[in-house]
């Protein structure tokens, strides 16, 4: 539990797409977990226009408290949208995002927190990734690529656990709609000044829906926005 002399408020967000096998859970497991880490906090669920009934459960949620919130895309606008709904949502001094699959532990929420102090950007790197090989494979060749191209270092760029300063995306415009939106993230805070700490944390296998990242649609679109954005990225002046 941390001091309660430091506690931070705190926006938590989930994107989604087609987990209504999953939303209501990881929900009950936030609201398990954040009393302990914080005082002030808001849960926003991201339904990034799913054909299944998350968007319906998550309306449900919201409207049985008044901690939730529920922002809806009429139809899918990709991962990238689904984020920068999400920051856009998000009023609290700090922002916490993981997917809403479930595959990772909120628990571990508590040990990126007190270096949400000394960073501006928290990033959790997966330990014993619940992914299959081709995945794995695909994931380190990816972030290897972003990072030489974008000039930034993160161990982990597409783990799905972390904390930023919610002041960050007051300096930087967000362009990526796609699977991009990490990298770019990363890439454009370490640019402006910001500074990135890391920590492990645990994997969790999928239980229900399916994974979509890595579908070749994803994967075409997150190249072409790595072409498309690259320039731009790079054109700001570091700090």
């Known amino acids: 539990m941390t001091d309660r002399s430091s506690r931070p408020s705190l926006s938590v967000f989930f994107p989604c797409y087609n987990e209504e096998g999953n939303v209501e859970r990881v929900v009950g497991e936030a609201l398990d977990v954040l009393p302990s880490v914080s005082d002030d906090f808001e849960i926003i669920i991201v339904n990034d226009g799913s054909g299944d009934r998350t968007g319906e459960i998550a309306d449900q949620l919201a409207a049985a408290d008044g901690r939730i919130r529920a922002v809806h895309h009429e139809t899918n606008k990709g991962y990238g949208a689904a984020l ?30 007190p270096l949400a ?3 501006d950007i928290v990033s959790g790197y997966r330990i014993n990734r619940q992914d299959n090989a081709i995945r794995r494979l695909n994931a ?10 974008l000039r930034f270092r993160c161990r982990d760029v597409d783990c799905a656990f972390k904390v930023y300063r919610r002041s960050i995306f007051d300096v930087i415009e967000l362009k990526s709609s796609g699977a991009l939106i ?13 500074t990135i700490g ?16 890595g579908k070749i649609t ?5 190249f072409r926005e790595l072409i498309e954005l690259r320039s731009a990225i790079l054109s700001t002046v570091p700090k």
Not at 182 to 192: F, N, W
Request: charged share 25%; net charge positive.
């Open 218 to 222: 994803v994967i075409l679109k997150a």
């Open 198 to 213: 890391e920590l492990p944390v645990h994997h969790r296998p999928r239980i229900a829906g399916e994974q979509t990242g």
């Open 140 to 149: 380190f060749m990816w972030g290897k690529l972003v990072q030489a191209l």
């Open 182 to 194: 990490d990298a770019e993230i990363l890439a454009r805070a370490t640019r402006a000044g910001c």
């Open 117 to 119: 102090r000394r960073y």
């Open 84 to 113: 920068r709904s999400g920051f856009a949502a998000a009023t609290k001094q700090l922002v916490f995002y993981t997917d809403g699959d479930g595959q990772f532990d909120m628990r571990e929420l508590s040990e990126l927190l």
